[in-house]
T-cell receptor, first 112, second 115 residues
Framework: GQQLNQSPQSMFIQEGEDVSMNCTSSSIFNTWLWYKQDPGEGPVLLIALYKAGELTSNGRLTAQFGITRKDSFLNISASIPSDVGIYFCAGRTNFGNEKLTFGTGTRLTIIP | DAGVIQSPRHEVTEMGQEVTLRCKPISGHDYLFWYRQTMMRGLELLIYFNNNVPIDDSGMPEDRFSAKMPNASFSTLKIQPSEPRDSAVYFC?????????????FGDGTRLSIL
């Protein structure tokens, strides 16, 4: 089956630092999504990417859909305390197929 | 607008008991998904519905799990009999078919503990 490898598994950074995480797949995806999950809550969509090579920003967040369609990255600039949480990538293989495959998550911790 | 609503938020029960988890999707959404999240296996899709019809239940772990969607605004996930290894957070999500695939919106989950 399809698998999404997300790295790093965890990150410990200081406030103000930039963050970078990525996701790679053994299969081609036509859609990449990045979600954030806070404790006790469900994942919330951050950014959606629909086209190979697409670079999309949402405030301090920037994500890119890899040219090979097998990878994506998420960058967070100038991290703040509320960025703490678990970040998940998710991919969809076919338009019209709503099934998502999720990555294993990157846990972001900000050291005071 | 109200998001995806799940109930209960927490459930603690003894093994062997029947457990029913409930979900109300976002009004107008035509897809509904049930996921299970554990530390070991991450977020796994169990089953999803389109227009109340089950489309893919290949993620349902075994016959003890069943899901129904009697109408567009309600779905249940039932475990009978429950076992300790079923302990996890169960999420419901919904989405809307569109020209460009719409993202899934998640509820806040039901944290299930089977003793």
């Amino acid at each position: 089956g399809q698998q999404l490898n997300q790295s790093p598994q965890s990150m410990f950074i200081q406030e103000g630092e930039d963050v970078s995480m990525n996701c790679t797949s053994s299969s081609i995806f036509n859609t990449w999504l990045w979600y954030k999950q806070d404790p006790g809550e469900g994942p919330v969509l951050l950014i959606a990417l629909y086209k190979a090579g697409e670079l999309t920003s949402n405030g301090r967040l920037t994500a890119q859909f890899g040219i090979t369609r097998k990878d994506s990255f998420l960058n967070i600039s100038a991290s703040i305390p509320s960025d703490v949480g678990i970040y998940f990538c998710a991919g969809r293989t076919n338009f019209g197929n709503e099934k998502l495959t999720f990555g294993t998550g990157t846990r972001l911790t900000i050291i005071p | 607008d109200a998001g995806v609503i799940q109930s209960p938020r927490h459930e603690v029960t003894e093994m062997g008991q029947e457990v029913t988890l409930r979900c109300k999707p976002i009004s107008g959404h035509d897809y509904l998904f049930w996921y299970r999240q554990t530390m070991m296996r991450g977020l796994e899709l169990l089953i999803y519905f389109n227009n109340n019809v089950p489309i893919d239940d290949s993620g349902m772990p075994e016959d003890r799990f069943s899901a129904k969607m009697p109408n567009a605004s309600f779905s249940t996930l039932k475990i009978q009999p429950s076992e300790p290894r079923d302990s996890a957070v169960y999420f419901c999500a919904s989405s809307l078919t569109g020209r460009r695939n719409q993202p899934q919106h998640f509820g806040d989950g039901t944290r299930l503990s089977i003793l």
